[in-house]
Antibody, heavy 120, light 106 residues
Framework: EVHLLESGGGLVQPGGSLRLSCAAS????????MHWVRQALGKGLEWVSG????????YQPDSVKGRFTISRDNSKNTLFLQMNGLRAEATAVYYC?????????????WGQGILVTVSS | DIVMTQSPATLSVSPGERATLSCRAS??????LAWYQQKPGQAPRLLIS???ARATGIPARFSGSGSGTEFTLTISSLQSEDFAVYYC?????????FGGGTKVEI
């Protein structure tokens, strides 16, 4: 059974940093691109970052480029999101999500999400 | 960026009725369109990819159609467990973008 478990969330001050982790199990981790998607409370979904299965290609929207870094450790089946220079608008539930097999980044498995709160 | 627009924002339907949700893209996404269902306090669940292919385990009452810029998710006969928020997502071009969601309520 596929399982994704996020950790590392919490309260951080504006301008601070946080590193999220996502532990994966139940599938061959290195065979799948992985992504982070966030959702502000009561709002819609926003894609944050993606990374290829091998880890050599990353994808990000302009809104987080230069501040967020996605990475992975395939030996430990773990996905990471390093978030620097956090702003209040980054407050959200962050989900890790697996890209479905085949062409195109759609997400067939999601973690339960982890809350990140940026506030002084 | 490709803007995804969903309508209506809220859809009020009775159990057993048919629900039709729309998603429009600001430019063609071909068939690179996915639909998700999200219930309160839960992660989204993939329903449809490739505009019309049901994901594993998704009941046949869910169907997707469309291509290019206009897409539809149809729930043929609403069950109590179908009341949720539905999102569309394009994956033809970076950045990936989602629609704002349609809430299906009783």
């Amino acid at each position: 059974e596929v399982h994704l478990l996020e950790s590392g969330g919490g309260l951080v001050q504006p301008g601070g940093s946080l590193r999220l982790s996502c532990a994966a199990s139940g599938f061959t981790f290195s065979n799948h691109d992985m992504h982070w998607v966030r959702q502000a409370l009561g709002k819609g979904l926003e894609w944050v970052s993606g990374i290829s299965g091998s880890g050599d290609i990353t994808y990000q929207p302009d809104s987080v480029k230069g501040r967020f870094t996605i990475s992975r450790d395939n030996s430990k089946n773990t996905l990471f999101l390093q978030m620097n220079g956090l702003r209040a608008e980054a407050t959200a539930v962050y989900y890790c999500a697996r890209a479905a097999p085949g062409e195109g980044a759609r997400f067939d498995y999601w973690g339960q999400g982890i809350l990140v709160t940026v506030s002084s | 960026d490709i803007v995804m627009t969903q309508s209506p924002a809220t859809l009020s339907v009775s159990p057993g009725e048919r629900a039709t949700l729309s998603c429009r893209a600001s430019q063609s996404v071909s068939s690179k369109l996915a639909w998700y269902q999200q219930k309160p306090g839960q992660a989204p669940r993939l329903l449809i990819s490739g505009a019309s292919a049901r994901a594993t385990g998704i009941p046949a009452r869910f169907s997707g159609s469309g291509s290019g810029t206009e897409f539809t998710l149809t729930i043929s006969s609403l069950q109590s467990e179908d009341f949720a928020v539905y999102y569309c997502q394009q994956y033809i071009k970076w950045p990936l973008t989602f629609g704002g969601g349609t809430k299906v309520e009783i």
